[in-house]
């Protein structure tokens, strides 16, 4: 199992009764949804939406959602459950995560693909076709992120949406956000072959960039998406480490054509009425229990933090052990702060990690003269978080003066606030569990995703197609639902 970072926001269609705000790039834009994480085995769908399908007293909602779209009542003699047809083509999907692994620049089981490279360039056009293929109606936006739709009977109505992503940091699994967005596009063919009209109009949607390896943005395309009018002035000055600005890369790909206005990206408040995200669980709860289903309460949003130490360099064995100023163990005493920090919280739910501890100049036989690290600390209770954080710069800044050394920089380069999931949505998540006979538990994600923001991949990650297959069947009924209301 893995841990993961993404990094999402999504649009209402109007004000409603749970808000919840984003912060993006240390400037709030205020977006308003209610939304819920469902995990499965090793999966999690999570929906958005403004409220609850409205049902009778006592009549279970799923039951009315399979009699609505199977054409007759469930509970009248018939040869088979509508539920039974709810079938998944495992074969074909497993097929197409193996063929869109192969779009690496790294070799197998490993998956490396970064933004607008020539791999990941295949590998988009591969998902074009299997949208194709699907009877989706494929179009694409300035920076690439690619929807397939596939039109309701009443389409003025706001569409509901699903997907995730298929860039891959380096070395990572094949399976992290690929089955978001390959099972989505399953999960249409499901109800194809049910036989199902939707109501709303369905799209399912590769969002471009979730991870920040290239140019150090997290969920690039979605963050674009909601109306961060922010990042689109930051990614018109953007480089990547080679210098190649955002705006050539994109270009190189095929995108950002002609000088096209990055603000086009934004989508009109109203124009999707939920949004839906199949993914691998990334952790070993659901696994370690043997439980199918998890429903998440809550999602726990991290804040990233870079700091930066600077001392006196030297010969390691001119420089005598009082007279240094070592920028090295101050950055390696702060790592064990913010362990300290994180442990005294009080709650197992705060957590945090120095992903990064960089040396400079990095010799053997050199005092450090400088020292950089870059923190990720989490938690559901965003002023629990805040206060780990305010306790990591205190001692940061009693770490530098006690060792002689200049706190050049502590920097809080994001600090977005936890969000916590619709308890109707969370209600009819566990119902729809129950109705396909799938275990289920109540649980926290402690991931980003384009639903809301990062952490580490491996390439070991796995999860069997019918752990798949349990997913997008759970997806296809959500859609169902989501699609009749």
Not at 104 to 121: F, N, Q
Not at 196 to 217: A, D, H, Q
């Amino acid at each position: 199992m893995i841990n993961l970072y993404i990094s999402l926001t999504w649009m209402g269609q109007q004000k409603q009764p749970h808000t919840v705000e984003h912060q993006q790039h240390s400037r709030l834009n205020k977006m308003y949804l209610n939304f819920s994480l469902l995990f499965l085995f090793p999966l999690f769908v999570f929906c958005c939406l403004p409220e609850i399908i409205a049902h009778k007293d006592g009549e279970d909602p799923t039951t009315k959602t399979m009699e609505d779209f199977s054409g007759y009542p469930i509970h009248e003699t018939h040869s088979q459950n509508p539920l039974s047809s709810l079938s998944v083509d495992t074969q074909s999907l497993q097929k197409q995560i193996d063929e869109l692994s192969t779009f690496s620049d790294t070799p197998a089981p490993s998956v490396t693909r970064i933004l607008y490279s020539e791999k990941d360039v295949l590998a988009r056009r591969y998902i074009k076709n299997i949208m194709g293929l699907a009877g989706l109606s494929v179009r694409e936006d300035v920076v690439g992120n690619i929807f397939g739709r596939w039109e309701g009977y009443e389409p003025e109505l706001a569409a509901v949406a699903t997907g995730s992503h298929i860039d891959a940091i380096p070395y990572s699994g094949k399976y992290d956000g690929v089955v978001g967005v390959l099972g989505a596009i399953e999960a249409i063919n499901v109800l194809k072959r049910f036989g199902f009209k939707p109501k709303r109009s369905l799209e399912v949607i590769m969002f471009t960039s979730e991870e920040p390896t290239r140019f150090g943005i997290s969920c690039l395309g979605s963050r674009l998406m909601a109306g961060n009018e922010e990042l689109e002035k930051v990614l018109k000055q953007t480089v990547d480490n080679q210098n190649t600005s955002f705006l050539d890369a994109a270009m190189s790909a095929g995108y950002a054509k002609g000088g096209e206005d990055l603000s086009s990206v934004f989508v009109k408040k109203g124009s999707y009425s939920a949004f839906v995200e199949l993914h691998i669980e990334q952790g070993p709860i659901l696994e370690e229990e043997g439980i199918s289903i998890g429903v998440v309460t809550a999602i726990a949003a991290p804040a990233s933090i870079k700091v930066d130490f600077e001392g006196n360099g030297g010969h390691a064995g001119a420089v005598l052990m009082p007279n240094r100023h070592d920028a090295g163990l101050a950055a390696a005493e702060l790592a064990l702060a913010v362990e300290k920090h994180v442990l005294e919280s009080g709650s197992i739910d705060t957590v945090g990690t120095v992903g990064i501890l960089e040396l400079h100049p990095g010799a053997v036989n050199s005092i450090p003269s400088k020292s950089h690290l870059e923190i990720d600390t989490r938690d559901i209770d965003e002023n629990r978080r805040n206060n780990v954080i305010e306790k990591i710069h205190q001692s940061a800044l009693s770490i530098a003066k006690k060792r002689g050394v200049k706190l050049s920089d502590f920097k809080i380069v994001n600090q977005d606030p936890p969000a916590l999931s619709d308890e109707s949505i969370i209600e009819a998540m566990e119902a729809a569990s129950k109705e396909l006979n799938l275990s289920h538990k109540l649980m926290i994600s402690r991931a980003y995703h384009d639903s809301l923001f990062m952490a580490s991949h491996k390439p070991e990650e796995f999860s069997s197609i019918e752990d798949i297959a349990n997913g997008v069947q759970v997806l296809a009924l959500t859609l169902a639902k989501l699609s009749l209301y």
